[in-house]
């Protein structure tokens, strides 16, 4: 009995790894994401890339669940519609800012969104947040402010300000899915339906930005003008920044805690400046390293209060 009782205690942690895994694998992607969106987008060809990116993906999450996207309500249709258009603005604010920032800094400035959303949350609901989050959230501010000067002080570049605007963007994009209540009936009926309809609603907005005058270049000529490496980064933020990763959230939150997911999908600023720092040669200086140390410790110690203020 002892000895299978041992052997029962040392296979559970084994399978919860092999859930950690995959879970942590979208989190490196993620980070990488910044750095392969810099590769392959210019200021002109930002619209384009983003038509390309999820036009690619779409599809096949319509075909997935199409038979779940018929049984949605008007009203459902409509709610995640109405995310789609902020979705598409997040996707705008963070592609143009990491054209014009390093992707480190976009990787770490954009995970402010684990302090902007308790926050905005605690203002909606006029509820006080602990001192501990108060706390961490001045960390992370001025963890950012330190990160955009690290070559010393001066105006933060439009890249940190756009993802600054990003952070806050995706903040109001996760306060109206909590609170359109037929959305949040969607979410919890079937999240792929509702991811769906809303990169459904942000390809739409991509795809007149590009026909409109002044929208950069088509995403057909820009199409045309990659080579394998544009391509191959292309390829990768559509099928493993977004297929793989949604696929891995769906199959591992019914495996695991969602707060188990969260804590590993919060490495993302980590892997961010790593492979910013090791795969695309950027240089933090000596007050961008401190900032970038606040910002991680910030947003985790931050993140740990508001749960903890949760349960």
């Known amino acids: 009995m002892t000895s299978l009782a041992t052997r029962a205690t040392t296979l559970a942690p084994r399978r919860a790894w092999l859930t950690d895994l995959p879970v942590l694998l979208v989190a490196v992607v993620w980070g990488a994401s910044y750095l392969a969106a810099k590769g392959i987008t210019t200021s002109h060809t930002v619209v ?37 258009l902020v979705l598409s603005g997040i996707f705008l604010l963070e ?35 602990p001192r501990a989050f108060l706390a961490a959230a001045g960390l992370s501010v001025a963890g950012v402010v330190l990160l955009t000067q690290g070559g010393g002080f001066t105006t933060p570049s439009t890249g940190d300000l756009l993802m600054l605007l990003a952070a806050l963007a995706r903040t109001v994009h996760v306060l109206f899915m909590a609170r359109i209540k037929a959305v949040r009936t969607a979410a919890e009926a079937d999240s792929l339906s ?33 080579g394998v490496r544009e391509w191959a980064g292309l390829l990768f933020l559509s099928v493993f920044c977004t297929l793989f990763a949604f696929f891995v959230q769906l199959w591992a939150v019914r495996r695991t805690s969602p707060s188990r997911v969260s804590l590993l999908l919060g490495t993302e600023p980590l892997w961010a400046a790593a492979v910013g720092i090791a795969l695309g040669g950027e240089r933090l200086g000596l007050l961008g390293l401190l900032g970038a140390v606040l910002v991680l410790t910030g947003t985790t110690w931050g993140r740990r209060a508001a749960d903890r203020a949760a349960c």
């Open 48 to 84: 384009a890339v983003l038509v390309l990116r999820f036009g690619i993906v779409l599809p096949v999450l319509a075909v997935a669940g199409w038979r779940k996207l018929r049984a949605l309500t008007a009203a459902q249709w409509r709610g995640a519609g109405l995310l789609g």
């Open 95 to 129: 592609t143009y800012g990491v054209v014009h920032t390093s992707a480190t800094n976009a990787g770490l400035i954009i995970s402010l969104t684990m302090i902007f959303t308790p926050l905005a949350e605690a203002a909606v609901t006029r509820a006080r947040p």
């Open 194 to 226: 509702l991811t769906t309809i809303q990169l459904g609603a942000a390809v739409a907005v991509f795809a007149v930005l590009a026909a409109a005058p002044g929208g950069g270049e088509t995403p057909w000529s820009v199409a045309a003008g990659f």
